[in-house]
């Protein structure tokens, strides 16, 4: 008999890509859009939780995610919510490692560093590669302003991070007049802790839509404190991070700024939600309801698989170009079409940043 080496079977299925030519590497899955934070600038005052009973089996995911990594998805980022709070998670990041014999290269995780102390071990090894874990302000008082949790479990969640050996991305969401006074505490903080440091501008996917464009702390703003300081210089080129990366003092600072700079030209990115919708922009008017597909996949219906890969097709192919197209199309809407005042009526809780 004639066997096919998985890694060339893998290759015999098309890598998915968009009408711009953009080839899509990078899968971030939400596994749950319940919370322990409520960071303003993400979680609603009052959220409508999905069902639990309408999540997707870790199972599933799992299907969905083989699926993907058959077709060229060479990260798989698992996000929230907050993805510590679903149970069974760190199984579900033990058996995704059998993907790594078919192409998947990296597995990773954002999350809010709150019960890092408890599971980072363990998160090491089941085989997690890497953490982006965000924090907002070093500032005890504006820490629990921002989020409505106490900062101090999260600095020891980073320590625990740390001693078990994980790469740690800390991510900053900056919002002015809240915590725009924290860029340089954080970054002698980073300097201290030799982590990397990534600034995110606020964007409009806040669950209460109080985003304004006179909220955001742009990339230039951000740089223009650096430099009162530093010797800021422009780092390697971007690519498909979404990060534009300057060097400090030997050290690396990323700016990811979406609303004054978009990144989205190179964008390789894909997203799926705890309730099997899938993205193929986190700014889409518009997801596509792949629960029903990706169940009969898992269940090895007949067909399963042409079906899901051709709603994909489709779905992936129309990929608006970025931010700034997707922008200037709701303006052109008359209100009573468009989604909602601030693109569509989805927080980033939901969606998984
Ligand atoms: N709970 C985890 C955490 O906070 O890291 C993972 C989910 S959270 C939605 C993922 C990332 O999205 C975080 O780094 C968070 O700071 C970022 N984020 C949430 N809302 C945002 C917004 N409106 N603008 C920019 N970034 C946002
Ligand atoms: Fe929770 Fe993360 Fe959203 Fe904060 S940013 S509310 S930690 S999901």
């Known amino acids: ?167 740690i991305k800390i991510n900053t969401v900056l919002i002015k007049g809240m915590n725009d006074d924290q860029i340089l505490p954080l970054v002698h903080w980073a300097q201290r802790e030799k982590v990397e440091l990534r600034f995110i501008e606020f964007m409009p996917l806040d669950g209460d839509q109080n985003w304004a464009r006179s909220r955001i ?25 979404p990060a534009r990366t300057y060097q400090i003092d030997g050290m690396s600072i990323g700016i990811i700024s979406t609303i004054t700079h978009s990144f989205c030209g190179n964008c390789d990115r894909l997203r799926l939600n705890a309730q099997g919708e899938f993205f193929n922009c986190l700014f889409a008017a518009q997801g596509l309801k792949l629960k029903d597909s990706i169940q009969q996949l898992q269940q090895g219906t007949p067909f399963a698989e042409p079906i899901l890969q051709q709603q994909l097709h489709a779905y992936i192919w129309n990929k608006a170009a970025g931010f700034d197209a997707i922008q200037a199309q709701q303006k052109q809407l008359k209100p009573s079409h468009k989604i909602h005042s601030n693109f569509r009526k989805i927080s980033m809780h939901m969606i998984g940043g």
Not at 55 to 60: H, M
Not at 71 to 88: D, F, K, S
Not at 220 to 239: H, R
Request: net charge neutral.
């Open 217 to 241: 702390v742009s990339e230039q703003e951000i740089l223009d404190q650096l430099a009162t300081e530093f010797d800021v210089q422009i780092g390697q080129s971007q690519a498909a991070n």
């Open 1 to 167: 008999m004639n066997h096919i080496n998985p890694l060339q079977q893998a290759e015999l299925v098309p890598v998915f890509q968009d009408q711009f030519g953009r080839n899509k590497r990078k899968l971030r899955i939400s596994v749950t859009d319940r919370c322990n934070f409520k960071c303003v600038y993400c979680m609603p005052e009052h959220p409508e939780w999905m069902k639990k009973h309408d999540f997707l089996s870790f199972e599933q995911l799992y299907h969905f995610c083989e699926f993907m990594v058959r077709r060229g998805i060479e990260q798989i980022r698992i996000t929230g919510g907050e993805p510590l709070m679903r149970q069974g998670i760190v199984h579900f990041i033990a058996a995704l490692q059998q993907l790594k014999k078919i192409g998947l290269k990296r597995i990773s995780m954002t999350t809010n560093g709150h019960y890092l102390k408890q599971y980072a071990a363990e998160l090491k090894q089941a085989g997690l590669d890497d953490l982006n874990i965000s924090l907002d302000s070093l500032d005890t008082e504006q820490f629990e302003q921002l989020t409505a949790k106490k900062l101090q479990p999260v600095l020891e969640g980073i320590q625990a991070a740390q001693k078990a050996g994980f790469p």
